[in-house]
């Protein structure tokens, strides 16, 4: 079984249970994903997919890649990702994988990109609480001091500071499926997820214990 798929995220939205209560989920599109690859333990050292995602003209994909993706077929793709796999020869290149390699309920592992927020100072980009606003206070939202002293007489390494800020891969754990619409290719998840709309999102199965 592929352990994933990509996705792009459409936003946010807010559902009912049958219960009645108001659960706010992300609306993701899901798929389909076609093979361009597979990997196995003998010709490459382990076991994947990669799969390919999001139309692109091609027109923009350079000669090696559209040579690499001719084997897949005629379409060209946006992005490639590769997800293990447990057993490769139940699957073909060209052949697509949709939704039903998930179920409602299921808990995932999701990845994105955060929203980039360009060059961004200490309070925004480390929650730093600023100087006081009265009595005369002329520091307000700048870091402070960031000396050592005669020793070791320079900056130590790591020290928050004011710099770019967002557009980083980050991981949400153990989110819940509310609702899958494979008519649509649509996947409902509980709560938030990295990334702004129109986003690329790896939706990945939990790992086991074992």
């Known amino acids: 079984m592929c352990k994933g798929l990509l996705g792009k995220k459409l936003g946010m939205a807010g559902i009912f249970s049958p219960d009645g209560k108001h659960i706010p989920v992300t609306v993701i599109q899901v798929g389909p994903c076609v093979i ?3 990997k196995t333990v003998v010709a490459d ?3 994947a997919l990669q799969l390919g995602f999001g139309e692109k003209k091609r027109s923009r994909i350079n000669k090696p890649m559209q040579g690499h993706l001719k084997k897949s077929g005629e ?3 946006e992005f490639l990702r590769e997800f293990p796999v447990d057993d490769p020869s139940e699957y073909a290149i060209g ?8 179920e409602v309920g299921e808990l995932v592992d999701i990845a994105g990109a955060s929203k980039g927020r360009g060059f ?3 309070i925004k980009r480390h929650g730093f609480h ?3 606003e009265t009595h005369g206070c002329r520091s307000h939202r700048v870091p402070g001091s960031i000396g050592s002293s005669a020793w070791p007489s320079r900056v130590t390494k790591g020290k928050k500071m004011p710099g770019h800020y967002g557009d980083e891969r980050n991981t949400v754990k153990n989110i819940e499926i509310i609702d899958i619409r494979p008519e ?4 409902l998840i509980k709560g938030a997820v ?5 986003g690329l999102i790896e939706i990945r199965k939990k790992k086991s214990l074992q």
């Open 194 to 198: 990295p990334g702004s709309k129109s």
């Open 45 to 47: 050292g382990y076991n």
């Open 130 to 132: 600023g100087g006081p």
């Open 95 to 102: 052949s697509t994988i949709g939704l039903d390699l998930f």
């Open 120 to 122: 961004s100072g200490v």
């Open 36 to 38: 361009t690859q597979i």
């Open 75 to 77: 379409g060209c793709f």
């Open 184 to 187: 649509e290719n649509l996947i």
